[in-house]
């Protein structure tokens, strides 16, 4: 069964480095997303990207943050200088056009240290 | 944001038995439900949904209810097995949204 992958699965970075999170959706989904969940709370939506735009994004998807579809598989979120706060588990998930159900991938944990 | 809340943090049931989940949202905007199913390092794992549409959707052991003019939903698991020890989560999707907002979660533990 096709997955949603994500890489690193830890990334370890010193407060104001630039980080990049991988994710390569399921290849026949439409909508890509990305979520965070930092330890002890809820999973926080942060933005959607359809046809190579965002189109919604939440109140902590700020100038720092950027997302891109490179190429016709990978999907990345680019924190540009982090900040202790974004230390966090961040989830890429993707879904088809024709359904809502939005399929997770495992995770990359970043600490800002 | 407590725009969609599940009040039990915990549940544990007998193998074999019923469990319920439950999920209370206060959102009329939201039309569309989702539940997942999280183990520890893993991202959440898609289970059943359903549509403001329907009462209740089945799909296996999985069952959703859904109670609109009581801005409710549940989670039936029968019969519960082992490998359902698991964090679940509720989620709701708003009308045109893409976002899904969600709960806080319920952690299942299945006795054996």
């Known amino acids: 069964e096709p997955e949603v992958t994500q890489t690193p699965s830890h990334q370890v970075t010193q407060m104001g480095q630039e980080v990049i999170l991988r994710c390569v959706p399921i290849?026949?989904?439409?909508?890509f997303y990305w979520y965070r969940q930092i330890l002890g709370q809820k999973v926080e939506f942060l933005v959607s990207f359809y046809n190579n735009e965002i189109s919604e994004k939440s109140e902590i998807f700020d100038d720092q943050f950027s997302v891109e579809r490179p190429d016709g598989s990978n999907f990345t979120l680019k924190i540009r200088s982090t900040k202790l706060e974004d230390s966090a588990m961040y989830f890429c998930a993707s879904r088809r056009g024709s359904s809502y159900e939005q399929y997770f991938g495992p995770g990359t944990r970043l600490t800002v240290t | 944001d407590q725009q969609v809340k599940q009040n039990s943090p915990s549940l544990s049931v007998q193998e074999g038995r019923i469990s319920i989940l439950n999920c209370d949202y206060t959102?009329?905007?939201?039309?569309?439900f989702l539940w997942y199913k999280k183990y520890p390092a893993e991202g959440p794992t898609f289970l059943i949904s359903i549509s403001s549409i329907k009462d209740k959707n089945e799909d296996g052991r999985f069952t959703v209810f859904l109670n609109k003019s009581a801005k409710h939903l549940s989670l039936h698991i029968v019969p519960s097995q082992p490998g359902d020890s698991a964090v679940y989560f509720c989620?709701?999707?708003?009308?045109?949204?893409?976002?899904?907002?969600f709960g806080t979660g319920t952690r299942l533990t299945i006795i054996p």
């Open positions: 290849s026949n989904h439409l909508y």
């Open positions: 959102n009329s905007m939201f039309d569309y």
């Open positions: 989620a709701a999707r708003g009308f045109g949204n893409e976002k899904l907002t």
